[in-house]
């Protein structure tokens, strides 16, 4: 028996955002953005679309695609960033808005890394035969982060602009800001018998890198968030974003092969990799590390920015509805993230 994928779907927020358009809100510029990062555009939420909302509506698309209804679903892991509140997880908000009943969900927080973990997680909850069926999301509102306290002046829905001061301390951020889009992503997984089916997962983490990626509020302070901390930034993301990128380059490659010898195959095997969209340029060195073809390899971080979890299941789900995989294809998950954690994940579609 092996865990394969039913079924799968992705849902984006609902206003595309360009890179001219935060010109309005931070001194950036699309030339920039799209050579450091090659991202273009990205979507944000419209006031009031929680991580859970789009969860759902990714959800709903998974299990459509899976032939499914909602109470077939008999298990949710939900891996998000930025969830609705601090707590509760946003697993169960799905869970009550899909209509699943009182089914068990689990929040997992492995950031970039979430959806590789959540397959994991999942596969061995089909193995202890926990569930028959389960629903497996990745989500995040990253829009809810950011510094500027209007987001129609980025939509363009309104006259306001930001102050001097608002722009000065919206600037401070550009390196992390420009990055992000909200998005879900989901997958229906389940146990089949036959040669399809996930093969093999490598995961790691390392706490010494916790502080190059996270965000400096929360409940080791008194109270977890203050005035003072707002003013001083300190509910957006910090980020040593060539750290992160020097650890990646190194840290990504490696992975890979350890997931291939853990299965007794090579690079040659691999029909496609779906890495986590970070930043393309990161992506074309793991690549040319790996030494894989361009028509081995799927981005798409030139649409949509970083998605944190979301990222994966979209790459799968928009390869699979283009024909871009076949039955029989070995499929290979990749990302590192806030943790830091990283691994590897093999399908054979
Ligand atoms: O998914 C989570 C994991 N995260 C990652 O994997 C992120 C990995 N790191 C990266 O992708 C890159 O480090 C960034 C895209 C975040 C930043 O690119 P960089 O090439 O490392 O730029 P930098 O932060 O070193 O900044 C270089 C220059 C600075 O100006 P000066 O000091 O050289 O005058 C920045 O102020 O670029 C400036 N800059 C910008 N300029 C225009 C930084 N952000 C922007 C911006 N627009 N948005």
């Known amino acids: ?75 949710v892991v939900f891996a998000t960033m930025t969830p609705d509140y601090y707590f509760p997880g946003s697993g169960a908000l799905l869970q009550t808005k899909l209509g699943l009943g009182k089914v068990p969900t689990l929040d997992i927080r492995q950031q970039c890394t979430g959806f590789i973990y959540g397959l994991q997680v999942a596969d061995a909850l089909l193995r202890a035969k926990a569930a028959k069926r389960v629903l497996l999301v990745g989500a995040e509102v990253h829009s809810g982060f950011m510094p500027w306290r209007d987001h129609g002046m980025v939509f363009g829905t309104t006259d306001a602009r930001p102050t001097a001061a608002e722009y000065e301390f919206n600037t401070r951020y550009r390196d992390r800001t420009v990055l992000f889009g909200d998005a879900a992503g989901a997958v229906v997984l389940t146990s089949s018998e036959g040669p399809r089916g996930l093969l093999d997962v490598v995961l790691h983490s390392d706490g010494q890198y916790a502080e190059k990626l996270y965000v400096p509020s929360g409940f080791k302070f008194r109270p977890y968030i203050t005035e003072e901390m707002i003013k001083e930034g300190r509910h957006i993301p910090e980020m040593d974003g060539q750290r992160v990128f020097r650890v990646a380059v190194s840290k ?31 992506n074309e060195a793991v690549q040319k590390a790996l030494g894989l073809p361009d028509d081995k390899v799927y981005n798409n971080i030139q649409k949509y920015g970083n998605t944190t979890a979301a990222t994966i299941p979209i790459l799968y789900d928009e390869c699979k509805k283009a024909g871009r995989i076949k039955p029989g294809d070995l499929i290979c998950f990749l990302a590192l993230g806030a943790g830091f954690h990283w691994g590897a994940a093999l399908l054979r579609a």
């Open 252 to 282: 990504l490659p490696e992975v890979v092969h350890e997931v291939l010898d853990k299965s007794g195959l090579k690079l040659e095997d691999i029909s496609l990799l779906l890495a986590h969209q970070a930043n393309l340029r990161l």
């Open 1 to 75: 028996m092996a865990t394969t994928v039913m079924g799968s779907g992705f849902a984006l927020g609902e206003h595309e955002v360009t890179n001219e358009a935060l010109k309005r809100v931070c001194d950036t510029s699309d030339e920039w953005i799209k050579e450091r990062t090659g991202i273009a555009t990205r979507y944000y939420v419209a006031d009031g679309t929680s991580t859970s909302d789009l969860g759902v509506r990714a959800s709903q698309a998974a299990i459509a695609d899976a032939g499914l209804t909602a109470s077939d679903i008999d298990y």
